[in-house]
């Protein structure tokens, strides 16, 4: 149990729509990533948050944002779906103390048709 | 750039025998290293880091590895594999450095790891 909570657990999209993914992490932990892990691969890091400020960006377009806030709270936005945003979404949060170590919510399974 | 390759995409072995997972890295800073292991349909858990310390590092659930920098490895190990090991499993590094991206980390590709009775 890590303490990060994800929601929804699944979701169905359409290509074109729309999606708000959020996250639910501890008190003190004022970092979170957020990463995409399509089928049968490793995640890859989409962005980061600390203090509500995004501070770093992996290989994804503008369409995915983020916003982090001050109750330890994160969300992941993608718009205009395509295809291939297909996944599992995982976030991940920091403690203020131990930079180094992140825990892992359960994610999210977003199916694009 | 940081890299992180898993040898085997596939690992079977039988319950009770050795469990060896392959891991090399490539980072121009000294790194740190991890291993996650994923049960199906879940997120991640940690199973053990590497962060500059001791350079053999246990971990939960009896696992071991060692980080070795002449062979820029860090191979996962548990001497008796239990049919409760049997999940995916993945290598991680990060820059060591708290702030920006380069705190992130980057994983392998993953094995998944097969125990038979």
């Known amino acids: 149990e890590t303490g990060v909570t994800q929601s929804p657990t699944h979701l169905i999209k359409t290509r074109g729509q729309q999606v708000t993914l959020r996250c639910s992490s501890q008190?003190?932990?004022?970092?979170v990533s957020w990463y995409q892990q399509a089928l049968g691969q490793g995640p890859q890091f989409i962005f980061q948050y600390y203090r509500e400020e995004e501070n770093g960006r992996g290989n994804f377009p503008p369409r995915f944002s983020g916003l982090q806030f001050p109750n330890y709270s994160s969300e992941l936005n993608v718009n205009a779906l395509e295809l291939d945003d297909s996944a599992l979404y995982l976030c991940?949060?920091?403690?203020?103390?131990?930079?180094?170590?992140?825990?892992f919510g359960p994610g999210t399974r977003l199916t694009v048709t | 750039a940081q890299s992180v390759t898993q040898l085997g995409s596939h690992v079977s072995v039988s319950e009770g025998a050795l469990v060896l997972l392959r891991c090399n890295y490539s980072s121009s800073v000294p790194p740190y290293l991890f291993w996650y292991v994923q049960y199906p349909n879940q997120g991640l858990q940690l199973l053990l880091k590497?962060?500059?310390?001791?350079?053999l590092v246990k971990g939960i659930n009896g696992f071991e590895a060692e980080f070795k920098k002449s062979e820029t490895s860090f191979h996962l190990t548990k001497p008796s594999a239990h049919m409760s090991d049997a999940a995916e499993y993945f290598c991680?590094?990060?820059?060591?450095?708290?702030?920006?991206?380069?705190?992130?980390?980057?994983f392998g590709k993953g094995t998944k790891l097969s125990v038979k009775p």
């Open positions: 991680a590094v990060s820059g060591g450095n708290y702030g920006g991206s380069q705190g992130n980390l980057i």
């Open positions: 991940a949060s920091r403690h203020r103390d131990r930079g180094y170590e992140q825990y």
């Open positions: 590497y962060t500059s310390a001791a350079t």
């Open positions: 008190s003190g932990h004022n970092t």
